[in-house]
Each structure stands twice: as C-alpha cells, then as structure tokens.
C-alpha cells in the first residue's frame, strides 16, 4: 500500500505487485555473478515478452496495439514497483519501447504499426538510434547524412555516432538530409532501417571501462524503401522532436533505484540518522522526488491527451539528473569510498557507483544540460532567444 494511491491506484498497485513477485521472482535479488552482453540481451527480450503478455510493457498504448490502454498513473505505479527488481531493463529495451515505438504510433501509417509496434512491445524488435553524428550531437539539425530519393528507395550515405546498442538492434531510427537547399531544421526526413540492411558498419567505441556500449555507425548506399520512412519528406525535425521529448521524459523515469531512501538505508547503517546535515540532505532529495512524480504525472497526462510535453519534458530531465548525481556522490562520500570503483553490473553495493557514472552521462544523452536549460529559459520563461546566424539560411550555404 502506498497511502498516496487512491483506492483505484491501489488496487492496480497490488495487482501489479502479485504479478511482479510470481513473474520476476528471479529478479528479487541482483545477480550473483554479472550477466554478459547476450545473456543479457537475451533476458531483455525475454522480460519484454513476458511483461507484453500481461500488458505490462506499454502501458499508454492502446491495447489494440498491444498496449493496455492505462493511465499516466498507473505507468508510473507500475515502474516503481518494477524498480524494486533487478530486472534486465536499460537503453536497449527503452530504445524501443521509449522512443520508437511512441514515434512510430504518432507519426506511423496503419502498415508501418502493424508491421513493428506489436513486434517490439515483445522484445523481438530491438531498436537503435541513429542521430547524432561526430558534427551533429547538441546542434542535431546540422547533421550531414544524406539520403537521396532513387524510385521507391533512398540511398543513405554518412556517419553516425554514439549509437548505444547499435550492435544488437534489429531496426534503427534515423535521422538525414533530404533538402540541402532548404536552412538546416527544414530539409531532413525520419526513416526506420532494417539494421540488417547491406552497407551498415558498426565500430564499437571502447570506454574507459572496457566496455563498448556505443558504436560509430557508417552507412554507405544503405537503400531504405520509401515506405520505411516515417512522416513527410523534409518534416523529420518534428518527428525527432516528439523522439526526443519521449526520451526526456522516459530518461526522467531514472530507473536506477538510487533515491533518497538509498541515502536513509546507508546513514541508518552507518549510524547517522541523528546528524541534522544527513536528515536535511534526505529531506531536500525526498522533496525533490515528490515534486518530479508529480510532474511526470503532469506530463504524462498531457502526452496521453494528445497534448506536447513540449519543455516539461527537458524540465524533468534536467532535475532529475542533476539530483541523481549530487546524491550518488553524496552516498558515496557516506560509505567513506574514495576513488574506488566497482563494475557497476553486479551488486547493490555497486549501485551508487553505477548512479554516479550514469548520472553524468544522462545529462549530456538526448540533449544536455546547457541545450535543455536553454530551451527552458526560451520556451517556458520567454528569455530572448540564442542568437543564431544560420536561421533561414540553406543547410548548403552554411560555412561548416
Ligand atoms: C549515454 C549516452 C548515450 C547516447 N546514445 C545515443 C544514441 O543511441 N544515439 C544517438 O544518436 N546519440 C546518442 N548519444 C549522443 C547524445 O545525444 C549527444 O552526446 C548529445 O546530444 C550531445 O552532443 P555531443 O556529444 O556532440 O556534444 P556537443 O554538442 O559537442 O556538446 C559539448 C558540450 O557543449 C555544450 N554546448 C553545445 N552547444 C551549446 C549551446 N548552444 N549552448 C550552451 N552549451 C552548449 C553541451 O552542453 C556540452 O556540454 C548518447 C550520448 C550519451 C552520453
């Protein structure tokens, strides 16, 4: 029982809750030796089918889709109660089920939903995102893939990058120039890409850790048929954007399990509760927390009207972020860890460190801290707008 539930919700919260402990029984703990990248992939899949079966996955959708056709409410009911779990969630999961699938439902002809949604609320399309590029990361529009109309086919030629779990994604959203002619934001077209497709090459990025979470992508005379694209020729700013603002908002859902009663458990067995600064930290994180599920409710409810998110969702994020990362550090610096750093894939105990990396990497993905506070002071404050020379000026003619 969460006494902040109404009658309704609880009732949701209890089914939700029962299904969790019989279906995700072998998630109660966290595992004893980390997973690989294909047992966990494959796990990802399998959780995904398993939660579509029961209409867990997408909650929003309608369940003509496979959705549940759900409240903004009852979403959230259930992440928090599915964060309880060590379940095999992250960006290959969300790639889909956060950011393709939405985009696909708004901006998708009947063939195209048919074809992918179902498929991927069930963990059989696993998606990637293919964006950014080495020129284009915060100024997105300025990217430079091209695709060139051939017939019922494009051609695809560029590169791409940073593209997270690229190498296990079946399909691929992107994002290329269609109308050099036309200023920057104007002349690009969303498409969907069948990752098996000849012509697509994936170089891992290697990371400090050791791991390779993100790719380069370089495409070269990839064909995608007309029919993969998503919305109109030239109108794919607007598509990313709705792309983009799902991702704020799901990204905003931290699903990381460090919160403020993760600073209660850790001062409490440290034996300081009773140290006014420690309380005050844990009372000012849980304000927070309260203010940013309400918010989310704020903005789900809209999405789910039909209405934009529009700044609420960068909002969302940048709070959120920011605050994981200050209480992450703070949680460490309670443990008395000084520079050691665990792998962050088996342990509880590894939880914070995890936080703390993800954190600082969350407020750059899907658009930094600088880029959203700037939309912010735009969009929501009405602040004078940044100066920008390119406005209206052919994506050709720009000096680059
Ligand atoms: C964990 C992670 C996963 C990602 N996954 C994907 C993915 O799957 N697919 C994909 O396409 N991309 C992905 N990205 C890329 C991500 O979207 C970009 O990193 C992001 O948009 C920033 O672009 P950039 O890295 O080129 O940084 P830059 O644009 O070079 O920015 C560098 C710094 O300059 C600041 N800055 C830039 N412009 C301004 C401005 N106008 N005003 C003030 N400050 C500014 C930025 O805030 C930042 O601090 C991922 C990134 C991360 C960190």
């Known amino acids: ?81 599915e964060g309880r779990y060590y379940v095999p969630n992250g960006p290959i999961s969300n790639l889909g089920i956060r950011l393709a699938g939405p985009t696909l439902l708004q901006y998708g002809n009947p063939d195209q939903i048919e074809r992918l949604v179902r498929p991927t609320l069930q963990g059989d399309i696993l998606w990637g995102q293919l964006f950014s ?27 791409k990058i940073w593209s997270s779990w690229a190498h296990h994604a079946d399909w691929a959203i992107l994002l290329a120039r269609t109308d050099p002619k036309q200023p920057k934001h104007k002349g690009l077209t969303f498409f969907l890409l069948d990752m098996k497709s000849p012509g697509i090459e994936l170089r891992p990025i290697r990371q400090i850790s050791g791991k390779s979470d993100f790719n380069e992508t370089f495409l070269t005379d990839v064909v995608i048929p007309d029919s993969n694209r998503l919305g109109a020729v030239n109108a794919g700013w607007d598509v990313a954007m709705f792309t983009l603002t799902n991702e704020r908002l799901g990204g905003a859902a931290a699903d990381t399990g460090v919160d403020s009663r993760t600073i209660y458990r850790i001062a409490r067995a440290a034996g300081l509760l009773d140290n006014a600064g420690v309380r005050e930290r844990i009372a000012h994180w849980f304000a927070i927390e309260q203010g940013l599920k309400n918010l989310r409710y704020r903005v789900l409810t809209k999405v789910s009207k039909g209405e934009g998110a529009g700044p609420m969702a960068a909002l969302s994020k940048l709070v959120t972020y920011r605050k994981l990362q200050e209480l992450s550090a703070y949680a460490m610096d309670l443990k008395g860890y000084s520079g050691s750093f665990g792998d962050g894939d088996a342990s509880a105990e590894d939880a914070v460190f995890e936080a703390y990396i993800w954190s600082a990497a969350m407020r750059l993905a899907g658009g930094s801290d600088e880029i959203l506070s700037n939309q912010l002071a735009e969009r929501l404050l009405g602040l004078p707008r940044e100066a920008r020379s390119d406005k209206g000026v052919p994506f050709d003619q720009l000096t680059r």
Request: glycine share 8%.
């Open 133 to 159: 590029e080495p020129a284009g990361g915060s100024d997105l529009a300025a990217l430079q893939t091209r695709a060139v109309r051939d017939g019922s086919n494009w051609i695809v030629n560029g590169q």
């Open 1 to 81: 029982m969460d006494f902040l539930d109404t009658p309704d919700e609880a009732i949701f919260r209890e089914q939700a809750r029962s299904w969790l402990a019989e279906c995700a029984a072998e998630y109660r703990n966290p595992p004893s030796e980390p997973y690989s990248e294909e047992e966990f992939v494959g796990r990802a899949r399998r959780w995904l089918k398993c939660k579509s079966e029961a209409r867990y996955s997408a909650i929003l959708w309608p369940e003509a889709v496979g959705g549940r056709g759900g409240t903004p409410i009852q979403q959230v009911i259930f992440e928090s109660e």
